[in-house]
């Protein structure tokens, strides 16, 4: 399967809204300037925000972002990007900014609009091109959280779709141009002995923590607007759910991928209260930007079924949080014991059974945990992994690899307008009505609410620090 498409003409300029935010400094410039160095930027990127910024303003937080972010090790790289950057200030309600924008474009005649502005202002940047005439033969890209719901993502949907082809529009999720979430497709669709036990019959559960151990870093507000569950869980962890969960591909073709996932949250059952655990980190109540008495959740753990023939009656146990012990992301594939006890040890309680183990951050692997006999008269044992160490030193880092696609028109590793709304039926019943944030001390593995939550299934798999290299 290939995602890359021929025959779409690539976009010939970039306009960034939302140049002076946090995203752009965190992961927009430097994967512009990896593709610089690649020789692969070579159109116009136009900066947009409201900062009154000057054009060596942004200039240097462009070069502090990508020193930041690595260092410069590419001078000529680095002066094309900024011989490259244009910048508009005004307000993206004012018709003068989206004037002022298409004057900065000039030739330019199929610009890629890229969103990296809060969600709030999505509808407004989209009219305010149209009115502009700025749509035609344009493309967007929108960053996630596409939407704060069920009905303000269908509602983007609907403004998106009056404006843009659905081939012109690119929701991120950087998850899925990360090279581990991508082996999670290939490794099951490569190979032919996951398929006789990828279901109910043999999987008791399954687990995936996505850990940090850093807190809000500086974005109290933006988090406010959104929480764990909007931030990270009904996006990146449900990205990571489809590509384990979902039927083969009928073709190939992405398409067929994008079918198969919307499938899958379509099946998914939509989350009761007693699902969802929500935590709040000690202390996130005095960073800037939060409410002194706030209940966003900085944690949730939550258990969710789909109900599909093949996994029916399989708990999925889906955790993330900041300020956690580690920063790590896992998948845990836990399988039945053997339908017999034969050996003394041969029938392990549930969570000590054999399991899949995808490692994907920091480093990435694959793991099959299986009994191994000890040496000795007795026949006991002990579980041990075949361990697949799957790293690729120099791969493209996410942003940069989808920016290349969306302003080549290859929307494969982008969602899909129904998967999205899919996926926010799943948590809408839980966004308004929920329990309190539970508290939870730093460095730790969130509230103790989220253990009894999966206790009947052998408990958490807390994923264990990034091994040394040999
Ligand atoms: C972002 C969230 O989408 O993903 C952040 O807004 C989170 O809160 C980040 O830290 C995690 O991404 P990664 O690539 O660092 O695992």
Redesign the pocket.
Known sequence: MNTVKSGKRRSDALVLFGVTGDLAHKMIFPALYAMAKRGALNVPVVGVASSKWSLAQLRKRATDSIKASGGIADRRALHRLLSLLRYVDGDYNDPATYLALKNALGKARRPAHYLAIPPALFTTVIKGLCAAGLADGARVIVE?PFGRDLASARSLNRIAASVFPQDSIFRID??LA?EAIMNILYFRFANSFLEPIWNRNYVASVQIT?A?DFGVKG?GAFYETAGCLR??VQ??LFQIVALLAMEPPTYRGFGAVHGETADVFQAMRPLKTGDLVRGQYAGYRKEPGVAKSSDVETFCALRLYIDSWRWEGVPWYLRSGKFLAETA?EVIVQLKSPPQRLFADSAPAPGGTNYLRFRL?PNSAVALAARVKRAGEDFVGDQRELYLIDERPGEEA?YERLLGDAMAGNGALFTREDAVEAAWAVVDPVLTKHRRAAPYRRCGWGPKEADALIADDGGWHNPVPRPARA
């Open positions: 996630k950087h998850y990360k996505l940090e974005r931030d990270v996006n990146h992301a951050s996410p």
